[in-house]
């Protein structure tokens, strides 16, 4: 994968205009992708539909990497006006040694678990880039952060819910609490300085949210095991926070360079990826072999119609280049 080109946008004649928007369509679109007339959630006026992202970071006048991010409401919430509720968050440490990136999906069945996921993805990346400013990713506490990101999901969950008839906020147990707000997380910390070339990335989940590295040639490399890979039908089992993890989070380190790209992605896309090899992986590999030239192309992307797939999907992708 090249680095994008940049150049002057051409001008058209005075008077004249050029451009097109066409929806992004990957196999069968279904019915629903036409025929959805989207409905506000209007206990959330303020809950965007769409938001997105699309930056370069640099050392002094050379760029390091490329950033875009978008989080799109699903065909399911927009035709049943339910609010979007994934979520991503980022930091820059004030170092400049690292980039933090979290994913978030709030869990369908909780109708405030959007809150949890804004919680997770914006409190937890500002948290973690302050503790990257005086500890090493591998010396991490990770295991004490996740516990911690939970403790402010279930404080910040007991607020929201005070006042409720069917729910004693104060006295009730955190599992109650879970049920009205939870989500799944990843964090993803990138190591700005290279080595030969190379990028040290460190990745911890919490659920069903994955990391990938689109390696040169199109190729998807999960860096965990893939959603139920070889199961018949997807499991409705999801570990989720408030909740704390049965068992210590482990990270996984990998790495990525310029021609390659690190993406990190909930569910709403990454089960239509799959194992990345099916139509889905090859759409997605070939738009994204460089960063796309803006924000609204990549939520677009993100955007695309495949029959049976109308969840909520949110992408952060980072593209390493030789800084120029």
């Known amino acids: 994968m090249a680095a994008p080109e940049?150049?002057?946008?051409?001008?058209?004649?005075?008077?004249?205009?050029q451009g097109y928007v066409e929806p992004f369509v990957v196999g069968d679109p279904g019915r629903a992708a036409a025929g959805v007339v989207p409905l506000p959630d209007e206990?959330?006026?303020?809950?965007?539909?769409?938001?997105?992202?699309?930056?370069?970071?640099?050392?002094?006048?050379?760029?390091?990497?490329?950033v875009r991010a978008a989080?799109?409401?699903?065909?399911?919430?927009?035709?049943?006006?339910?609010?979007?509720?994934?979520?991503?968050?980022?930091?820059?440490?004030?170092?400049?040694?690292?980039?933090?990136?979290?994913?978030?999906?709030?869990?369908s069945s909780g109708e405030l678990s959007h809150k949890a996921a804004m919680i997770a993805a914006k409190g937890g990346a500002r948290w973690l880039a302050g503790l990257l400013d005086r500890t090493e990713p591998a010396d991490l506490p990770w295991g004490q952060f996740i516990r911690g990101v939970a403790v402010m999901i279930e404080r910040n969950g007991r607020k929201l819910l005070r006042g409720r008839d069917d729910l004693d906020a104060e006295k009730c147990d955190v599992r109650e609490v879970a049920q009205r707000l939870a989500t799944t997380v990843l964090y993803a910390v990138i190591d700005l300085h290279a080595v030969d070339g190379t990028h040290a990335v460190h990745v911890v989940t919490v659920g069903d949210t994955s990391a990938w590295v689109l390696r040169e040639g199109g190729r998807w490399e999960p860096q965990e095991a893939v959603k139920n890979d070889g199961a018949e039908v997807f499991s409705p089992t999801v570990h989720a926070l408030p909740l704390p993890p049965a068992t210590e989070p482990?990270?996984?380190?990998?790495?990525?360079?310029?021609?390659?790209?690190?993406?990190?992605?909930?569910?709403?896309?990454?089960?239509?990826?799959?194992?990345?090899?099916?139509?889905?992986?090859?759409?997605?590999?070939?738009?994204?072999?460089?960063?796309?030239?803006?924000g609204l192309e990549f939520a677009g992307q993100i955007g695309f119609a495949r029959k049976s797939f109308d969840d909520d999907r949110t992408v952060v992708a980072v593209w390493p280049v030789n800084g120029r």
């Not at 440490?93 to 999906?105: E, I, K, P, S």
Request: aromatic share 8%; glycine share 12%.
């Open 71 to 107: 989080s799109v409401r699903g065909l399911a919430h927009r035709a049943y006006g339910k609010v979007r509720q994934d979520e991503y968050g980022f930091r820059r440490t004030a170092n400049g040694r690292y980039l933090v990136v979290c994913v978030a999906d709030g869990v």
């Open 6 to 17: 940049e150049g002057p946008v051409r001008p058209v004649p005075e008077g004249k205009w």
């Open 250 to 294: 482990v990270p996984v380190r990998t790495t990525v360079r310029a021609g390659e790209a690190l993406v990190l992605m909930t569910d709403g896309i990454g089960d239509p990826l799959g194992q990345g090899t099916g139509p889905v992986g090859r759409f997605l590999a070939d738009v994204w072999e460089r960063p796309p030239a803006s």
């Open 43 to 66: 206990s959330a006026w303020d809950r965007k539909d769409t938001v997105l992202d699309a930056f370069a970071l640099r050392e002094g006048r050379a760029r390091i990497v490329e």
